[in-house]
């Protein structure tokens, strides 16, 4: 497999932006920072509207609003200690990646967020792609110490795509 993202696009206003060249190089970026092989994992990427999102939403999280980005994990990867990093996935193979998750992205609400922030779309997308792949990866931001290793690591990524501090 030579990419580890399929990308799903529901909302032909994504294709402005090439949301699936964006989310092959989020993960591929989230991936080579934490040592994984990218040929090893997959992610799908949903490409929708603040509708699905929000139905989305309210099915998994019981919030019937629309948000940037949601994200679901295959497996439960978070660490016990607070500020300490996730366990490692475990990979699968070039011809049988291990899925890592599913993302979701509204396409009404980053456009405003990005408008708002003063940020080109393409930067703030880049950034909730990193989001949401470390999601998967078991980083989490509910606690401080949490909060701050992904927000530092988000960072960092972005820093190698030429994207700068969102924070």
């Not at 994984?36 to 099915?59: E, K, M, S, T, Y």
């Not at 016990?80 to 011809?95: H, K, N």
């Not at 049988?96 to 708002?116: Q, V």
Request: proline share 8%; with cysteine; net charge negative.
């Amino acid at each position: 497999m030579d990419d580890p993202v399929e990308a799903v696009v529901e909302d032909d206003r994504w294709n402005g932006i090439d949301i699936e060249e964006l989310a092959r190089a989020a993960c591929r970026a989230v991936f080579a920072d934490r040592g994984l092989a990218p040929n090893d994992f997959g992610v799908a990427v949903l490409a929708a509207d603040d509708a699905r999102v929000a139905a989305l939403n309210a099915d998994f999280r019981g919030k019937p609003t629309a948000t940037n980005v949601l994200s679901w994990p295959e497996t439960a990867l978070q660490p016990e200690g607070e500020g300490d990093l996730p366990a490692e996935p475990r990979p699968g193979t070039p011809g049988d990646p291990a899925h890592l998750g599913d993302i979701a992205l509204a396409w009404e609400t980053c456009m405003c967020e990005a408008a708002e922030a003063g940020r080109p779309l393409r930067d703030h997308v880049l950034h909730l792609l990193v989001h949401g792949c470390l999601h998967l990866l078991g980083y989490d931001h509910e606690r401080d110490g949490d909060a701050a290793l992904m927000e530092g690591t988000e960072v960092r990524i972005l820093a190698t795509l030429g994207v700068p501090d969102p924070y």
